[in-house]
């Protein structure tokens, strides 16, 4: 159930291709909000990818911290984090763009993972197997994953 | 071992944990083991544990019906392994034709009030020792056995013998003297955010306890119950066993069982349940 299907990866990896250069997790841009002002990708969010990716528990696992009304179907969210209910209505797209990329850059020393970022880990494993990773680490979300967790979390409003 | 200084999260989080724990946990509920043995779930942290005011036994943040299986021997499923921990104990191994009878005679007698001092100073060896290694240097060394596998069933089962008799005794932990550098390097460890999730166990067990993560109920990640009996996995597990898989869920290279660093890790965690009550084999899902 952790380890992302092989399948998977490689489509992943098939529509990056399709993709003109998504921006690498060291070229990346925050403001001094930890905000993102350009797409990652150039490529629209899927907004009911991104819900995908915030429910699967070797993706976003975005439910493991954070309680969202609208995701009512999914079983068991939890309380480490403030509902997302409303996320659109307290923070832009470029906001949520930085925000689920590295969160650090807002939030400094929070308990959210910084889901594009690539390098800097202490003792990075590979995926949940508790070996060391082999090689470069690829950040836990692709580009385009992203922009795609942004596009639903937009839909948030009250 | 390297360490790495740790960032650590102080936020509204801890503020809501404290809040959202307030509402779960039934701070009322009693643990009275076959109606005699009273144990302590809830007491004052020790002034070593500076960022809890309260230290809290794991089987405070479990379910009802998970809470009453360790509450009468009958039914507590860690008990069968107690027992063969003694037929173990019995049992002739080794070169020198010992048991551990042998030596110890009536483990009742021989082993009551040494879980609750453990990981502990060992002066002839110099060096700090979980009750694991002891188990297993006396295996070798007055016995001419192999070592039992340092989380397997055969130790954990060991462990489990031996901590049943200071069931109901506080945890007491030395932390200082020739220890306080172990016990530095293990506070270190628990402190360090790890992996590519970049969470330390201070940011689950001391910032978020009392919170749900997921479908899991966080608790403060105390070792007074180890080894516990898991309904996860039908077995009772070691302390080390279960660091290792919550390294590893912050998708990090975990360390080794048995390792420097977690003996050291131990020690820590061990003394920031100074108080608390011997609980093993305690009973988790």
Redesign the interface.
């Known amino acids: 159930m952790r380890l992302i299907p092989t399948a998977l990866a490689v489509a992943a990896l098939a529509t990056g291709a399709a993709f003109a250069n998504p921006v690498k997790p060291a070229e990346i841009q925050f403001d001094d909000y930890g905000a993102i002002a350009t797409s990652l990708t150039g490529v629209a969010g899927d907004a009911a990818n991104g819900r995908d990716v915030m429910i699967t528990?070797s993706k976003g696992?975005c439910?493991?911290?954070h309680a969202v009304t609208a995701l009512a179907d999914i079983?068991?969210?939890?309380?480490?984090?403030p509902t997302l209910d409303g996320a659109a209505d307290r923070w832009g797209e470029a906001d949520l763009r930085g925000l689920v990329a590295n969160a650090k850059m807002t939030?400094?020393?929070?308990?959210m993972?910084?889901f594009y970022k690539g390098s800097g880990?202490?003792?990075?494993?590979?995926?949940?197997?508790?070996?060391?990773?082999v090689g470069e680490?690829p950040p836990?979300l692709t580009a385009q994953e992203i922009e795609d967790v942004v596009a639903y979390l937009l839909t948030l409003k009250e | 071992m390297t360490i790495?200084v740790a960032?650590?999260?102080?936020?509204g989080?801890a503020l809501?944990a404290g809040l959202?724990f307030a509402a779960t946990a039934d701070e009322t509920a009693n643990l009275i083991v076959n109606e005699e043995i009273e144990m302590v779930t809830h007491t004052a942290a020790p002034a070593h544990v500076e960022n809890l005011d309260e230290i809290v036994s794991g089987w405070v943040f479990r379910s009802a019906e998970t809470q009453s299986l360790q509450m009468d021997d009958f039914d507590n499923p860690g008990m069968i392994f107690v027992d063969q921990g003694m037929d173990q104990w019995n049992e002739v191994a080794g070169t020198a034709g010992n048991s551990c009878a042998t030596c110890h005679e009536d483990v009742a007698v021989t082993m009551a009030g040494v879980r609750s001092v453990y990981p502990k100073w060992n002066e002839e060896a110099g060096e700090v020792r979980t009750l694991a290694m002891q188990i297993n240097d006396c295996r070798e060394n007055q016995m001419g056995a192999e070592p039992y596998k340092y989380t397997g069933g055969e130790m954990a089962n060991m462990e489990a013998l031996i901590s049943v008799q200071s069931r109901g005794m506080p945890v007491d932990v030395a932390i200082d003297g020739p220890v306080q550098a172990t016990w530095e390097a293990g506070k270190e460890l628990y402190y360090?955010?790890?992996?590519?999730?970049?969470?330390s166990c201070a940011?689950c067990h001391e910032?978020?306890y009392g919170?749900?993560?997921?479908?899991d109920h966080l608790s403060q990640g105390q070792i007074n119950g180890f080894p516990v009996y898991r309904l996860k996995n039908a077995k009772l597990n070691t302390a080390h066993a279960r660091f290792?898989g919550c390294?590893?869920?912050?998708?990090?290279?975990?360390y080794k069982p048995g390792s420097d660093e977690f003996v050291a890790l131990e020690l820590y965690v061990a003394s920031r349940g100074n108080g608390l009550s011997v609980e093993a084999p305690s009973v988790r899902n």
Do not use: S, W
């Open positions: 528990r696992n439910v493991a911290c079983p068991f969210h939890g309380e480490v984090g939030f400094e020393g929070t308990i993972p910084a880990y202490i003792r990075p494993g590979d995926g949940y197997t508790g070996d060391a990773a680490l836990i | 790495h960032t650590r999260a102080t936020t989080i809501a959202a360090t955010r790890t992996g590519q999730l970049e969470l940011n910032d978020n919170n749900m993560i997921r479908a290792k390294v590893r869920d912050t998708r990090a290279e975990t």
